[in-house]
């Protein structure tokens, strides 16, 4: 990467060591290639030597800087070079590069341990149970690893987990991935709030950066949350569900029941209580059949009102994958959410949707992981290395 | 051959958005009105209704209503007589804006504003003048109206009482272990469930009960109804299954037979207003979209296209029902509805069987890509209906 133009990957960089991993309250960005891996060794060294190489890499990607020492152009040409070389040239689009581990790196699914950890298993670290309006594929669900690479430029996201990928053969094979194409969510009040498919504003309650005290309390896992997961404290629980919509269905609902079901305009995204956007939803305010909120709309099952005051941090991103058998797109909502514990958190969140969300008509859920995201790695420290210490 | 097309479309659509953004909600209380005199806006206030004009030609009428005020608000377009109504925008919350389009002909009429949703509203006098754009006059909507609702309830009466009818067939010789009848009768008695479908589902307690497919299940929900004893009539395809006992069976069975029986006498006492039944239509042709055309209502049976033509032809008959008011309404929709409801049933017809309808495993993918290009056919202009049926 000689031609590099240090100026404008600087101003885009986000460090990738620190107390927390970047890319969970990092503005997000627009774009998202994820992937989770399964490991195929038995070998607990060889998979600390994975994580160690996938620290190094993801360290000097994003910095902009090759995935490897040598470079994509600069190496032997008798050598494949170290670096794929599709990034050569652009900036560094506020890459981040966010690693996570699956229940399933902890114990088989006959329950026997893998690689030493067992004891070490977060209590919450368990395959999420089946939720009504699951219609999951194995082959888009689960994992003993995940990646989750978001920057501005899709390229840049692609690149990161390709190469990530190559480094990893032989220790781990790619399970599924997923491209996601517009942030859904906003996690900095500095962003304006994008719209999901549906064409309506998404994630506008989300726990955004800038409240620390809310971060603290919802998304980051302390010290004293699991005995048996000391390790975990300081990272955070990441959910992800693929979420397809019924979007040919959907687009033939009348504007006034689209609102309905979201209990916010799609104009202004403002609650139908009134006011604005950011204005609190009043689900007392009567309406002329019930709440002028419904009960079962998206935005009040899903308050934290409603849910013991338990928020997300959402991060998901919108994704068409082509077409479906019969014509329809085949796309939706990548949903992403760091949690402190997901049993307090997500599930019942999600039953409670499941159950009385009328968003639910219009979607079907196809993919589902949890995975638990460690603290950051300090410097000369690799990602996850408290969990094997 | 299809860019073209839209590109005309796109190009002749610009000056029209160009022309609603400039009566926007945000200068609501400027001198109001558009250039034709069609759009009026209107303010609404703790005590009071502002209208741009009192006063517009006949013809399509836009109300651009604005809550200024701190309750929910109604905006109202009302006869003559202050009681007729000829249109309605309800649920407007404050600092929020809905439109109201109504398509009015020449004659004396009231406007109201109702905030807080109580008494008789704020109430003005408002003029529709003579215009070379005036809707042709209309047979009486009343009576239309009243016809439509009175054979829509009698229909739905007549399939909840077949349903019972036939569901008691079904439960008998399934209890009996008569296996093979009890698969034929199925998708029988299965037919006046889904010929009513967006009405008997309207029961959220009943419809998880009756109707639930394994995937829908919460946690720790027991499964039952009909695609229970489904999976036990056809188990070849289920993994490491084990057949019902014979009082396992009964007890599915009597709890079937005692929830359709609620149903029906709930189903009984139900009347309903025009705009259900249009919602009723379209509801239906959803869940073709979603569930038979894809194969997921009848994961075991596969019988998938009865329960396809029943959803079609409850939806046919709620057409049906309201068609005159459509004629009269909107007559280019008539007449497309009743084309792609002719080309679908054409391809269903294909299907038939000596003994009903081809298993949904046994089609091609071109028989269901062709399917589903003929529900979207039809569902986009359905999902018109409700609109056209209100005043």
Request: proline residues 6%; glycine residues 10%; contains cysteine.
């Amino acid at each position: 990467m000689a031609d590099a133009v240090p100026t404008a990957r600087a101003r885009d960089a986000f460090a990738f060591r620190g107390a927390h991993q970047a890319g969970i309250v990092t503005p997000a960005q627009d774009r998202l290639h994820f992937a989770a891996f399964d490991v195929i060794t038995g070998s607990r060294a060889q998979l600390i030597a994975l994580l160690e190489a996938w620290t190094a890499a993801a360290d000097r990607m994003t910095r902009g800087l090759p995935a490897g020492e040598v470079g994509p152009t600069e190496g032997a040409s008798s050598l494949p070079p170290d670096d794929t070389g599709e990034a050569i040239g652009l900036p560094v689009s506020g890459l981040t590069i966010t690693f996570g581990f699956g229940p399933s790196l902890f114990r088989d699914d006959r329950g026997r341990d893998r690689f030493g950890l067992a004891d070490r298993q977060p209590t919450a670290l368990r395959t999420l149970p089946h939720f009504p309006g699951d219609l999951l594929d194995p082959e888009r669900s689960y994992g003993d690893l995940c990646v989750q690479a978001c920057a501005d430029d899709p390229q840049v996201a692609v690149h990161a987990i390709r190469n990530l990928a190559r480094i990893g053969f032989g220790t781990v094979a790619v399970r599924w991935s997923q491209l996601g194409f517009g942030r859904t969510s906003t996690t900095s009040t500095s962003q304006s709030t994008p719209r999901n498919l549906f064409g309506f504003k998404d994630g506008t309650a989300n726990v955004k950066a800038e409240e620390t005290d809310a971060v603290a309390e919802h998304v980051w896992v302390g010290e004293d949350d699991d005995p048996q997961a000391g390790w975990l404290a300081g990272g955070s629980y990441l959910v992800t569900r693929r979420i397809n919509m019924t979007i040919e269905v959907w687009d033939r609902q009348p504007l006034g029941d689209q609102e309905a079901f979201i209990g916010r305009t799609k104009d202004s995204g403002a609650p139908l209580s009134g006011g604005d956007e950011l204005s609190e939803p009043d689900f007392t305010m009567p309406g002329s059949d019930g709440p002028v909120i419904p009960r079962d709309s998206h935005v009040r099952v899903v308050h934290p009102d409603f849910n013991h005051g338990a928020r997300m941090l959402r991060r998901g991103y919108n994704f068409v994958d082509g077409t479906d058998a019969l014509g329809g797109l085949n796309a939706g909502l990548f949903f992403i959410a760091f949690v402190r514990d997901p049993d307090t958190h997500f599930i019942p969140i999600q039953n409670r949707m499941a159950r009385s969300d009328a968003m639910m008509e219009y979607l079907k859920v196809t993919g589902s992981a949890l995975f638990a995201a460690p603290p950051g790695a300090a410097a000369g420290e690799y990602v996850g290395q408290a969990l094997f210490s | 051959m299809r860019t073209p097309v839209l590109v005309a479309a796109l190009l002749l659509a610009t000056p029209l958005v160009a022309a609603c953004t400039e009566n926007a909600p945000g200068d609501a209380g400027g001198s109001g009105g558009s250039v034709d005199g069609r759009t009026i806006t209107v303010t609404s206030t703790a005590d009071g209704c502002e209208l741009s004009t009192a006063q517009a030609p006949a013809g399509h009428l836009t109300f651009d209503v604005t809550n200024d005020g701190s309750q929910v608000t109604e905006f109202y377009l009302l006869g003559e007589d202050g009681l007729r109504i000829v249109g309605e925008v309800e649920n407007i919350g404050p600092e929020l804006s809905r439109q109201l389009v109504v398509n009015a002909p020449a004659g004396s009429y009231v406007t109201a504003c109702k905030p807080g949703m109580k008494g008789d509203g704020i109430r003005s006098d408002f003029t529709v003048t003579e215009s070379a754009a005036a809707p042709s006059v209309s047979a009486d909507d009343q009576q239309l109206v009243g016809t439509a609702l009175d054979n829509y309830r009698a229909y739905v009466q007549d399939q909840s009482d077949q349903l019972v009818a036939r569901t008691r067939d079904f439960v008998q010789l399934y209890r009996a272990g008569d296996d093979d009848r009890a698969r034929a009768v199925y998708p029988e008695a299965r037919t006046h469930w889904e010929r009513i479908e967006t009405v008997a589902e309207s029961f959220g307690d009943l419809d998880p009960k009756m109707d639930a497919r394994e995937a829908d299940l919460e946690p720790g929900q027991k499964w039952t109804g009909w695609h229970r004893i489904e999976k036990d009539l056809w188990p070849a395809e289920a993994e490491d299954y084990t057949p019902l006992t014979t009082k396992q069976r009964a007890a599915y069975a009597d709890d079937l037979m005692r929830n359709t029986e609620i149903l029906d006498g709930r189903v009984q006492k139900l009347s309903y207003t025009v705009d259900q039944i249009a919602n009723g239509s379209r509801g239906l042709l959803e869940e073709v979209a979603t569930g038979k055309v894809t194969g997921e209502e009848e994961a075991w049976s596969h019988t998938d296209l009865w329960d396809f033509q029943a959803n079609v032809d409850g939806a046919r008959v709620a057409f049906e029902g309201v068609q005159p008011i459509v004629e009269q309404h909107d007559p280019d929709l008539a007449t497309a509805l009743t084309t792609r409801f002719a080309e679908l049933q054409k391809l269903l017809d294909a299907q038939r069987t000596a003994t009903g309808f081809t298993f949904y495993d046994d089609l091609t993918q071109d028989h269901v890509q062709a399917l589903a290009n003929a529900v979207n056919a039809l569902a986009e202009p359905l999902s018109r209906l409700t609109a056209a049926v209100l005043p």
